[in-house]
């Protein structure tokens, strides 16, 4: 039997069934080889289309037969550590019982993990679910689907129930899901619009941050990042970004790789006088614009998919946070002010 295993968003399993595998229900297979799961977590990914024998979707039900090509999609389990609910104050425009949307601010981690145990929209998911049950009668608890980087703000949504996970995982798969963040990068575009289709993966040399690599490299995973502009203050200048997928840093090191690094970004050398003069002023203008804004100027500006239970379209637009308002208006003087000069 052959496997393959993928760590993206998700597990991504393959199995090719052995030739002499007798007649067996799809759900008790897999619970069999899978570690760490439950039958009724397969059976939940069954119900939300993520089984697939030989390419179609097939429920709990299915009896396997020899040489099925079987593929299960399924979240990443969180990591096995206990989570401390937290009183912590958080933005949330929309909530139902399936799913739960939340404004995230600049700073927070999105869940515990080696540094941050404590203090994460995790933990402030908790203390809000506290004394809630599934249907199940189970403790509710947050189901992550996707993560926004710690100093990037923005729309994020959460699953509520593993049915609803399964089936929000599965539009992230499928890039059926729009998501839109605005970013004030260094430098100006010759082009309104483009496209940076680059691989993405883990630096060779330094393993905390991300990089990118050819077409043809072994190394990195596919990724496309559509970016258009907004507004052009010269020497920086306002874009969309939106993601046709959703690897670790896309756009703060897509930007980069075609000399665009997002402003103040410390990781990618954004926090560095990139484009303009060499005037003392205009070297202490950038200075107060970094402080406006302490962290990469990105912002998860909308979120659009299909509700997992009523599969009504749905779709959120986050307000811009304070201080990225602040260091766009600082710039829209400043090129005012220019323009007025010449």
């Not at 024998?53 to 020899?66: D, F, L, S, T």
């Not at 946070?321 to 002010?337: G, M, T």
Request: with cysteine; aromatic share 8%.
């Amino acid at each position: 039997m052959q496997i393959e295993e993928k760590d993206e968003l998700y597990e991504h399993h393959r199995f090719t069934v052995d030739r002499g595998q007798e007649l067996m229900r799809i759900d008790k297979y897999l619970l069999n080889l899978i570690q760490n799961t439950s039958r009724n977590k397969i059976q939940n990914a069954a119900r939300a289309g993520c089984v697939l024998v030989n390419g179609i979707a097939e429920k709990q039900n299915y009896r396997v037969k020899p040489e099925d090509q079987i593929t299960i999609l399924m979240p990443n389990p969180p990591r096995e550590i206990e989570i401390v609910a937290e009183n912590i104050p958080l933005e949330v425009p929309y909530e139902d019982e399936d799913i739960i949307v939340v404004n995230k601010s600049a700073g927070l981690v999105v869940h515990p993990a080696y540094g941050n145990y404590t203090g994460t929209l995790v933990n402030a998911l908790t203390y809000r679910f506290q004394g809630q049950r599934t249907v199940g009668g189970e403790p509710l608890r947050p189901l992550l689907v996707h993560r926004i980087d710690k100093n990037t703000s923005g729309i994020m949504i959460v699953a509520k129930n593993e049915e609803a996970q399964m089936k929000i995982a599965r539009e992230f798969y499928n890039h059926t899901i729009e998501r839109r963040y605005w970013a004030l990068v260094w430098g100006n575009f010759e082009e309104d619009e483009g496209t940076i289709v680059a691989k993405v993966g883990r630096n060779l040399k330094d393993r905390l941050v991300m990089t990118t690599f050819p077409d043809d490299s072994e190394h990195g995973k596919h990724a496309v990042t559509h970016w258009k502009v907004l507004e052009r203050f010269g020497y920086v200048t306002l874009i969309e970004c939106q993601l046709e997928t959703g690897r670790t840093h896309q756009i703060r090191v897509h930007l980069k790789s075609i000399g665009h690094p997002l402003f103040n970004d410390e990781v990618y050398g954004g926090d560095q006088i990139i484009k303009g003069t060499t005037f003392t002023k205009y070297k202490q203008f950038v200075k107060n614009c970094f402080e406006l804004i302490p962290r990469q100027a990105l912002h998860a500006k909308q979120l659009g998919l299909i509700h997992p239970s009523t599969e009504e379209p749905l779709f959120f637009d986050s307000e811009l946070p304070a201080d990225f308002k602040s260091v766009l208006e600082k710039w829209r003087n400043y090129a005012q002010q220019k323009k007025e000069q010449n």
